[in-house]
């Protein structure tokens, strides 16, 4: 029985409920007003005077004690018990009334189907059964004691029917409600799910994300926007206190949005960002979308694709090229040891030797960079790698190479591949000997590691005493196969820049007197999201 009688307490149900109490209690205390002004004597032709007084005020009395203590109640069985005491109660009303001249057969009705919204099938006919008893019984009852009312018979029926159809009525339009809310619920819980689904994507995109509205004021920044431009919330904000170049981009793009914007560096950072703006213009306060892009991850996904394609370009060449320069190279070897040979000669042939192997550097460069193993970078304290490295450089170095070595203090803490890190830093290490060994009887390098104040990045600088780097030739530091040495490839500056990027770091040439630097900028030592 209760399994029947449970219902779906929703807000509705307890505004109905309310409705219930409320009704009652104005049909108690209208029928107790009626009495006391004796209206009903005019009224009603069978009615019993005394029962129907002390009927009213029974019922007034007993239903402003329900809404005391059954006011807010959720169990079927006492919301069962308030139905069926309403109606028996008003059955005896009906019967001191006189029956179906007192009208009170409409409110019992009326009584009927508000009990239906809070009761279910069975139950809520059960109820409308009991009303239609009530009706029919107390009919019979005055017939008894007063035949006139056996006329009353066909009025009585109706009644008991409409007890029915009002209970099979409103069950059903309760049940089209039921549905309609749960379908309503339904969607509501979609849309909130959307809603959750779209807010994580956003969170967890590489790409900044900014939603601003017509007064640049920040209404969105996902995860990566705040990353990239260096905050911790930008959120109701101006954009303009952040980044007045971005806010310059925006305006030349409202002016003309068929111009491809140009980057904006990020203060502090060094960070250098492509952003796309996009008008909303469904939107109720014209917002704007802005795409924040870093150009280093750009260039590296590009890079891959060019080191892709240089893989594949080597391999099918490699065979090609190191077979004849292999016959070239023992052919010139071969006559190299001819006896026949003078000295311009053999000159010559040495020659020859010398760049065959060079060549052959060079494709060895060419084939480890298209084969470059995939990046692993681990958290590593640069302190203590740094330390081990320069131990280990010392115990391989010759007498005329020496290395110093300066810590300062910081958190030293970043993501790197320790393996493709060594290789840049004996890269860096080896070129600067290469280069103070010109100048002078001892080949000397200086590594500073420090944290800069401006980034909080740690940052390393290899530096030596050498020549240096001509203006006209720092631009193309970098680039693959430019050399200023003859027996250089041009590819080992290329290569180590190209290890940095790929572990989110940054390599750059920074000029001095009395030497080169290189500086090596590394990231955070925290894993992306």
């Known amino acids: 029985m209760s399994a029947e009688t449970s219902s779906h307490f929703s807000n509705q149900a307890q505004r109905l409920l309310r409705l ?47 809404v005391v203590f059954l ?14 005491a309403d109606v028996l109660l008003l059955c005896g009303l009906f019967y001191a009334g006189g029956g179906v001249a007192s009208a009170i057969g409409n409110l019992l009705i009326v009584s009927v189907a508000i009990s239906n919204t ?46 029915f159809a009002a209970a099979l009525l409103v069950q059903g339009l309760t049940r089209r409600l039921e549905v309609s809310e749960n379908l309503a619920e339904q969607r509501a819980s979609e849309v909130v799910g959307l809603e ?40 109701g904000n101006l954009i303009d206190n952040y980044s007045p170049a971005l806010v310059e981009r925006l305006q030349l793009w409202r002016n003309n949005p068929t111009l491809r914007p140009q980057s904006v560096k990020v203060d502090g950072s060094g960070l250098e960002l492509q952003p796309s703006f996009i008008a909303l213009d469904q939107s109720p306060h014209h917002q704007t979308l802005v795409f924040l892009e870093d150009l280093a991850q750009i260039a590296q996904q590009a890079q891959q694709l060019k080191l892709a394609a240089l893989g594949r370009l080597t391999a099918g060449i490699a065979h090609e090229i190191r077979n004849p320069l292999g016959a070239i190279s023992h052919a010139a070897q ?43 970078p681990q958290r590593l304290d640069l302190k203590s790698w740094l330390e081990r490295f320069v131990a280990e450089t010392r115990e391989g170095a010759t007498a005329r190479q020496q290395i110093h070595l ?124």
């Open 196 to 235: 959750a689904l779209n807010a994580l994507i956003l969170q967890r995109m590489r790409t900044g994300i900014l939603v601003l509205d017509d007064q640049r004021q920040v209404q969105l920044a996902n995860h990566s926007a705040l990353t990239l431009l260096g905050r911790e919330a930008l959120e």
């Open 118 to 163: 809070l009761l279910q099938r069975r139950i809520g006919l059960l109820i409308a059964a009991v009303g239609a008893l009530g009706i029919v019984g107390a009919s019979l009852l005055i017939s008894f004691s007063h035949p006139a009312s056996a006329n009353d018979y066909l009025q009585v029926g109706t009644l008991g029917a409409l007890c």
């Open 406 to 529: 300066h810590i300062g203090s910081g958190d030293f803490k970043t993501l790197m591949d320790p393996n493709q890190l060594t290789q840049v830093v004996d890269n860096l290490v080896r070129n600067g000997w290469r280069h103070s060994i010109q100048l002078h009887d001892q080949a000397q390098v200086w590594l500073e590691l420090f944290v800069d104040r401006a980034s909080q990045l740690p940052i390393l600088e290899v530096r030596d005493d050498g020549t240096g780097v001509a203006p006209d030739h720092q631009a193309k530091l970098f680039e693959p196969f430019f050399t200023t040495s003859t027996q250089g490839t041009g590819l080992g500056l290329y290569l180590s820049r190209e290890l940095c990027e790929s572990n989110q770091a940054r390599l750059d040439f920074k000029p001095r007197q009395g030497g080169g630097c290189f500086r090596i900028t590394f990231a955070h030592g925290r894993k992306q999201s």
């Open 71 to 84: 006011g807010n109640t959720r169990r079927p069985t006492q919301l069962f018990s308030l139905a069926l």
């Open 20 to 66: 219930y109490h409320l009704y009652r209690l104005s049909v108690g205390i209208t029928l107790v007003l009626l009495i006391s002004s004796n209206m009903d004597n005019q009224l009603l032709r069978f009615a019993n005077d005394d029962l129907l007084r002390n009927g009213s005020w029974l019922y007034l009395v007993l239903n402003i004690l329900l």
């Open 334 to 376: 071969l006559l190299q040891e001819s006896e026949e040979l003078n000295g311009s000669d053999r000159r010559l042939t040495q020659i020859i030797q010398d760049h065959s192997q060079r060549m052959n550097r060079v494709i060895e460069n060419v084939l480890q960079l298209s084969r470059r193993q995939q990046t692993v």
